[in-house]
């Protein structure tokens, strides 16, 4: 369960205010020159306390790799072990928290799954986890066959509106200012997938694209191509019609989002993400404790009021752990 | 690829104009008497041929049992290995198609995959094998935890039109007449699943079912509780708020879908699948052959002009298949 | 647990005296010519009744394939579903068993596992399941990269006696005569396998191979190259020192048995398995029923006396498949 | 092909002369105590240097526990997270060698396999990744259902020798004086697992013992019950015949070893592990480089004369990590 992929496999472990998080990414072919400054160019874009929208937390994130590389930081095709330390874990921010369960959190399910939660942050469900997932895309985007695709999310929405990124941050800045959050929408857009990439069946490109992108923190939805709005369409307005230039066959359109019965047929895979408000608000919220008893939360912490905006980077990670899986179980490295 | 689930594990074959369909599935306990008449209740009402709405392919689809059970039907915990016959299958149907690219279907992209492609009937890209996964749902519903378990789906719209099923049914028709199809929404809500069900990070209840809703042929979109609505919201009119009942926790809204960080919180699991319109459509329309030279693909054979009807028991079954994956993984039986 | 492999997947089904046997191999690529006479001959090989010294069950043993190919017998590259009837299932024989633990049989362990047991000829582990696997193993075979690669078992010895197959059967007839059974050993030599096929760690070709080797009914030990006999040896007696003739690197002996750190180096790989007699006698014997009553256990049915004889085709098949999911596994087809 | 098990699933990496040593042990049940002491005294009976006759690297071997903790050492049930830094690395040692190919090495295997080898100290393929394994046994030898369990371990025989521990020592040091090594057996006893543990077919527990021994470096053979000898016997000799002591069902002999049809039958486990003499010879060889020429490899460095002795805690990890996984399927923590 903490383990993603098949033939690129990232298996992670941490808790948000434990010692470290970390990972394993096992199955990156030898004989890849890994860039540092690639890695930590993603961590970076996913760091909380980077402007006034997101959390101040200010970790440096800066991951430590372990193994599976040579000292030129080669691969050997053995496991890459890497760290990142938890720098900044002030954690009697949450001690009102431990005996409460905060609306719209894991710390209820986590109790009746495992008996007992971790009270500092949420622990594995703490969105420091996807921290794990940006260093093994950063690592899975420097493969070869990585290095043709494009994999380029933005953050389409925010709380319904549609506009320029300033238009976005004014929507979000309004919430926080009344210690609110604002649900949002991430869209991703990747070129450069040949035909013939993803598996039928249990196995369709899409539906692992989808696995994916709702195991993000706050992900409540999923859809390609026309998504929704294809299930509100006739059959005649949804046809991508075949043509050819030159020999090279592709569609006319691309209502498919790229993806034909789970394979791609060459032309971009498009899909979208919704994501909920920050479930953390900065008000008063009423709630109960562990014995059931009514008792008041009070707002306080650092909390991103948008998780969309951070989710971009995120939603890139996963997208390239999912494509370089399947590049790699159709050897193309 | 042709395999779901971890504990329940369905692992099926069977091309649509093959001489079969069928599957093993694999982790049912002891012990546990099999009900006949429930399968078959099942694979009738996926049925095609049953009103004027869906294809006239008329096989009885009645499942073989072959193995994994006494003779009186009761479970030995080995596995059970089943097969239905495929007794209806003029494939000279598909004479033509053989050649031709049909858009949105996955002749193009089998092919760029495989090298080649069953020509008729589409192969396993057909939605005769979701027969398999009914099957396999079927006898998945019967554990004994499955019994407390209402799994229920029903089509929420078709075209955009939300209505009775006389309205929807009126959509169809008329979509069909003009040798059309139209695409719909399938909701389904779960109740009576305990809190506690389900695992974190990437083994989330919601992102299981998500990928189960997007293996369904012709699914373009997943969400669960607010879904994409939740994107367009705030987090105060998100929050769902606990409260206490003679010390039974549970949340008194439901915008998070009975799911919280990947975990059952006991509350109903709710969902919507969207599905395009089929792609088989009955006039005739441009594509290529394999060399890429354009062809007119003459509409005919026997299609459903709406995906979405049908699909309400293959929703139901693969909620039933990740469901009772779970429920086994914590050893409920 | 009835499914073998990583990239090519044999999963079966079926009790000894049920309806029939089968499975689903998953994994071959398309595009490949099967041919049925081969899977006939491999079958033919492991039926039992063919001399007076395996039993006399008379099940003609034929596969019906149901999926994965072409009307031509061309691989799809989709899932190839089989089944075999059982037609010989006189289960009248099995009747006093159904009461009591057969020493040295999975009766008594099966009752613990699942609280029930089929009792007519030891469903799941009777060794009529060994006929999937060498169906399995047999279409396998077929793959391009098999066809280059010679796997070959044989009996090294019966009962501590090594011998030509005359003298061989003439310990197993001595057994028999009594209502006693013979253990044995098989060897296995394969040639033709490139170096650098295996991993590391946990992927050990070698210990791939024993656990394929030890999930043969009756098998007792796994050995490879000089196997036990090396722990009796010193480091200067088993150096495989290597040599090149013409830029071909090899080694001048083989104590290694073809694989080093569990990856193939181009020498034979050669092991060897060790069978217990088998457990069935046809002489009465003292034993327990399901109360924990003291019974006797009459001597009859059809067994073979030998388990080794028979085993030499499902060693040959397992290996194929072990060595088969390797090649896929490295992209060689 | 780095992870082991699958519900108590140990993911490992680390070069033997990398910076760190690490892994995840993911599926430990929430609410366990963890003694930090039974670690390191496990990790301690396998250090080398603990005598004069095993390799004198001096590494302290402590592991650092990253995650999956509270503070007071109890499991959350998520992912436990472990390094060990390796702070003697003296890779100069080295030098010459990864010109080379050492004879019964991995470095030609992994040459093939992965186009480049980790030349300092075998990378993966050094015993050293063992103290992963050692390390995750140690934690799961702590779950509750474990405490029941006695799994012991001992050297049986080295050279072919038995004896007692100062014969044995004897035999390895004359061995140790020429510059020689010297192979080993090691038989494992488990008492207290109750019968009904394992699985049929491809999950058999001896073929689960016998992948997990054969994963260890220099196993070369692996046996239970009467293992070899019993392919040498007839079926009256093995017979284990049932008795009933008030109402427990046993056998009156253990020819079996505690396993029939792959599950547990309540009676003790015994099996045998063959390795062979430490491939590394303190004398001059014979050998070629990577051009094949013919070179002289100078015989230096630290090295165990006799791998059999080092393996005994590896050999008891790996039990337990075998026998927790089956456990836990079966839900007893």
Chains 1, 2, 3, 4 share one sequence.
Not at 56 to 69: H, V
Not at 112 to 133: I, V
Request: contains cysteine; aromatic residues 6%; hydrophobic residues 35%.
């Amino acid at each position: 369960m903490n383990t993603f992929g098949r033939n690129l496999r990232l298996t992670t472990f941490g808790e948000s205010h434990g010692k470290a998080m970390g990972g394993i990414l096992d199955g990156m072919p030898g004989g890849i020159k890994i860039d540092m400054d690639i890695i930590l160019r993603e961590t970076a874009r996913r760091r909380p306390g980077q402007s006034h929208l997101v959390t101040a937390r200010n970790e440096k994130d800066i991951p430590e790799l372990l193994s599976g590389l040579t000292d030129d930081m080669v691969t050997l095709g053995t496991p890459i072990g890497f760290i990142v330390r938890n720098t900044d874990q002030r954690s009697g921010d949450y001690g009102e928290m431990a005996e409460l369960y905060r609306p719209n959190h894991a710390d209820f399910t986590y109790d009746m799954r495992y008996g007992l939660h971790e009270p500092r942050g949420g622990g594995r469900a703490s969105a420091r986890e996807t921290l794990n997932w940006v260093i093994g895309g950063a690592i899975a985007r420097q493969l070869p066959c990585m290095k043709n695709i494009s994999v380029k999310a933005n953050v389409a929405s925010i709380g319904g509106i549609k506009g320029t990124r300033e238009e976005l941050e004014k929507v979000v800045e309004s919430a926080m200012k009344r210690g609110d959050s604002v649900g949002g929408v991430v869209e991703c857009v990747i070129e450069g997938v040949p035909a013939g990439i993803g598996n039928p069946v249990f196995g369709k490109l899409h539906a692992r694209l989808a696995q994916a992108m709702m195991s993000i923190n706050a992900a409540k939805g999923f859809e390609y191509g026309d998504g929704f709005s294809a299930a509100s369409a006739y059959g005649t307005e949804q046809a991508d019609i075949f043509t050819s230039d030159a020999g090279h066959i592709h569609t006319l359109t691309n209502h498919s989002g790229g993806i034909q019965g789970g394979i791609s047929n060459g032309m971009p895979i498009t899909f979208k993400v919704a994501f909920k408000p920050t479930p953390t608000l900065l008000c008063d919220i009423e709630t109960v404790d562990k014995e059931g008893h009514t008792r008041i939360l009070r707002g306080k912490g650092r909390h991103d009021p948008c998780v969309a905006l951070r989710a971009v980077p995120v939603v890139e990670a996963m997208t390239v752990l999912v494509l370089a899986d399947e590049m790699l179980e159709r050897n193309i490295k």
